[in-house]
């Protein structure tokens, strides 16, 4: 059988995939046969971005861009088309959280996380999509959460806006599944990176923090998900193997959404 999940002769630009989440995916990626392109906020996080690549053997192409930076994403996406070529694959990936209370939480924070995890993937997304339609075909993986379904103390702005890119994630299969391009979300689950280390820190006395004792009882696989557990669906969703999917979240979740929780 044909290997449907090949990514050969494919350019697949992750944001924010300098390390975590992104850094995985796009790793699994270029195994599958894609040409790398990442960004991030920061030389210093592309520059460690690239000698994390070049470690694993991947010869990857990083450069510097806010996403949130609409003239800035313009330009990323000029210059990649010039020094890489079009972009077959987009991973939607960079993000932040800011964990308050939401009447402790200023306008400004909500619209900060609203900024880079809503409006930056319709930003990158809007200035991907022109030249897929030019090609044909395209792929667009929008980087959700358990929190595209549900709420939880302190992340209002985080589960607003990953809530809104599920609903991103349909619109733009609906408006451009006619091109041949298809925009799915993929939900990890509660998974390791710097990102979630606060809910992971040992207390004091040693003791395990209260939120991973509680994630572990949510969790039927009982682990925290690794990175590297996105890799296949990522790998997946950016194939051929998925050409008729489309607006679908795919939650790699351990099981969370299906379980009650284990009895304390
Ligand atoms: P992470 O460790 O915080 O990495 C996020 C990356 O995005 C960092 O490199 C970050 O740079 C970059 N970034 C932030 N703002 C940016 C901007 N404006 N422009 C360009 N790059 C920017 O997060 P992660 O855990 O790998 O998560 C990656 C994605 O998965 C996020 O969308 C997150 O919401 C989502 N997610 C994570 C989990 C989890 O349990 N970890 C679960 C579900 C969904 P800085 O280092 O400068 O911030
Ligand atoms: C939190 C966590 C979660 C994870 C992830 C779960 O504070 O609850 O950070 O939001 O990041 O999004 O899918």
């Known amino acids: 059988m044909k290997n ?23 790793s699994g990626m270029a195994e599958a046969g894609a040409t790398i392109v990442f960004n991030d906020i920061n030389q210093e996080l592309v520059g460690k971005g690239m000698a994390a690549y070049t470690e694993k053997g991947i010869k990857a192409h990083g ?65 991907v999509i022109p030249a897929m339609i030019k090609k044909g075909a395209g792929k667009i993986i929008n980087i959700c959460s358990m929190m595209s379904e549900l709420g939880r103390e302190t992340v209002s702005a985080y589960a607003a806006a990953k809530g809104g890119l599920k609903m991103l994630t349909r619109n733009i299969c609906s408006e451009y599944g006619s091109f041949n391009i298809q925009c799915n979300g993929i939900g990890p689950g509660y998974i390791a990176t710097p990102q979630t280390a606060p809910l992971r820190e040992p207390q004091a006395d040693g003791s395990k923090h209260p939120f991973d004792s509680f994630i572990l009882a949510k969790t039927p696989a009982n682990r925290w998900g690794d990175a590297e557990d996105l890799i296949g669906p990522a790998v997946f969703l950016a194939s051929e193997a998925s050409d008729f999917v489309n607006g679908h979240v795919l939650y790699v979740d351990g099981g969370i959404l299906a379980y009650i929780g284990k009895q304390p």
């Open 63 to 127: 450069y510097v861009c806010d996403v949130t930076d609409e003239d800035a994403v313009n330009a990323l996406v000029a210059t990649i088309e010039k020094e890489v070529g079009v972009i077959d694959i987009l991973v939607n990936n960079a993000g932040i959280i800011k964990r308050v209370p939401m009447c402790d939480m200023s306008a400004a924070d909500f619209r900060k996380v609203i900024d880079v995890d809503l409006n930056a993937p319709f930003i990158v997304s809007k200035a």
């Open 4 to 26: 449907m999940f090949s990514l050969e002769g494919k350019i697949a630009l992750v944001t924010g995939a300098s390390y975590g989440i992104g850094f995985a995916m796009a």
